[in-house]
């Protein structure tokens, strides 16, 4: 049979390939430390540089696969619920005051406290406009809720470029409000804007301040049924006029002639 010179070739770089293949071998069982040729190791170089590009690629390609749902409030609620819910959203996504107010205030009736916190976020969005309606919902009866709802107050507050605007409605959230954490925020706030008001005034007008403020915490202070809005009360009248919180006779005689007062002395001393 007549060999052809293509079958020639093909049987010379087999006869080649396997007599390397068996120096390979024999070296790798005789215990030599046969290093790679520099063509092999370059080739094993670029197939595994070709197998991290394929895998990064194809890791990119496709989305990771999620092991866990994220929990989505609705999916516990009534179709009432879900409906106030999806109510407040689409009103906060048009930006509309007015639409989001009213959706708000009728989720806010909800007895679900996650209708109840969406109602309180999406008034946080508008600022300023909604500290009126924060204010009851810093007493809600849930402590996310009533959380959300005053620092979302604190935010619109600080919008406020009117001092005695601001005062005026601290001193409304301080009347309104019972619960203990908010108070201490709130009479932050208050006390700010008194020592802001009463520094900015001069002479009468700045007595006159001063003693609206002190009115309004002795007010308060004799109100029952909150112990925490007494006791931030005397904090703040001490912080304010400088004196030791004595009583409220004491409180009242202070206010009859604030710049003459003077508090009685200690017989303990």
């Known amino acids: 049979m007549k060999i052809s010179g293509w079958q020639w070739g093909i049987g010379v770089v087999a006869v080649v390939t396997l007599a390397g293949v068996g120096v390979v071998v024999w070296q790798g069982r ?6 790679k040729p520099a063509a092999v190791a370059d080739g094993a170089r670029a197939i595994a540089e070709v197998d991290r590009a394929a895998s990064v690629n194809g890791s990119q390609g496709r989305p990771k696969k999620r092991t866990r749902k994220i ?3 609705r999916d516990d609620m009534s179709a009432a619920d879900r409906a106030l819910y999806d109510a407040v959203q689409e009103a906060l996504d048009a930006e509309d005051f007015a639409r989001t107010r009213a959706a708000a205030l009728r989720a806010y009736r909800s007895a679900n406290p996650d209708v ?5 976020e999406a008034l946080g969005w508008f600022g300023e406009k909604a500290l009126v309606d924060l204010v009851p919902m810093m007493g809600d009866a849930n402590e996310d809720v009533a959380q959300e709802a005053a620092n979302a107050w604190e935010g619109g507050l600080a919008e406020v470029e009117d001092t005695s605007l601001k005062f005026a409605f601290a001193r409304t959230a301080l009347k309104a409000i019972s619960d203990a954490n908010a108070l201490t925020m709130i009479g932050a706030q208050f ?3 008194a020592t802001e008001l009463v520094d900015a005034a001069e ?7 001063r003693v609206e403020a002190i009115q309004t915490l002795v007010d308060l202070m004799d109100q029952p049924g909150s112990p925490k809005r007494a006791e931030v009360s005397r ?3 001490e912080e304010i006029t400088g004196h030791g919180w004595i009583s409220l006779d004491e409180a009242e005689r202070y ?3 604030p710049e003459n007062y003077e508090p009685p002395e200690d017989p303990a001393e």
């Open 116 to 120: 109840r916190l969406q109602a309180v």
């Open 191 to 193: 006390s700010s804007a």
């Open 235 to 237: 904090e703040l009248y």
């Open 71 to 73: 929990a989505d409030p």
């Open 30 to 35: 005789s215990g030599g430390a046969s290093p």
């Open 255 to 257: 206010l009859q002639d």
């Open 203 to 209: 002479g009468d007008a700045a007595s006159r301040l």
